[in-house]
């Protein structure tokens, strides 16, 4: 998969999580949102009061969230509701692509060091790892398909995969 597509796609997970956390969470559990204080309301108190109410038969839930810095005029908060949803939001967004990142990572790096265990296994004439990649230049046809067909039944490419590689080593010879 390219890593634009990977990227794309860790973006809108990480969204995804930021939403559910940042702004479904709260109505749950209330510190939740107590993460954004910092943010929208620094110097002061972050307040959340979450309404119950119900109409035509359904149950429905508003939170709010007021700023309160001082006393004021008459100890009334400023309404951040908005923003702090939007900082919960992405604050745990943030954490979730980071955390994913690194999980990504971490399996990348997995997958290569079976690579690297398969091809000592394997022991072939002229096939080397070169970084992340296979170089099987040096290599004649039997060898190749060979290599191919390990990587394969260790589940380090898929049917796929193994199919055009392949055809590619056939068709170079």
Not at 37 to 52: E, F, K, N, S, Y
Not at 75 to 81: C, I, L, Q, S, Y
Request: aromatic share 6%; net charge neutral; with cysteine.
């Amino acid at each position: 998969m390219a890593m634009g597509k990977v990227l794309a796609w860790l973006i809108g997970i990480s969204l995804f999580c930021g939403v559910m956390i940042g702004w479904v969470g709260p109505i749950v559990f209330a510190p939740i949102a107590q993460v954004a204080q910092p943010i929208v309301c620094p110097g002061g108190d972050l307040a959340q009061q979450t309404i119950r109410g119900a109409s035509q038969g359904e149950v429905t839930y508003n939170t709010t969230f007021q700023c309160y810095r001082g006393t004021g005029e008459n100890g009334a908060g400023e309404d951040v509701t908005a923003s702090a949803i939007f900082a919960a939001i992405g604050i745990y967004s943030a954490i979730a692509f980071v955390l994913l990142c690194g999980f990504g990572l971490r399996a990348l790096r997995s997958q290569t060091a079976r690579m690297r265990e398969a091809l000592r296994a394997i022991d072939a004439p002229g096939v080397e790892m070169r970084g992340k990649t296979i170089d099987m230049r040096g290599a004649d046809l039997a060898t190749k398909l060979d290599v191919l067909a390990t990587l394969r039944t260790q589940g380090l490419i898929d049917e796929t995969r193994y199919e055009a590689m392949v055809t590619e080593a056939r068709a170079k010879g």
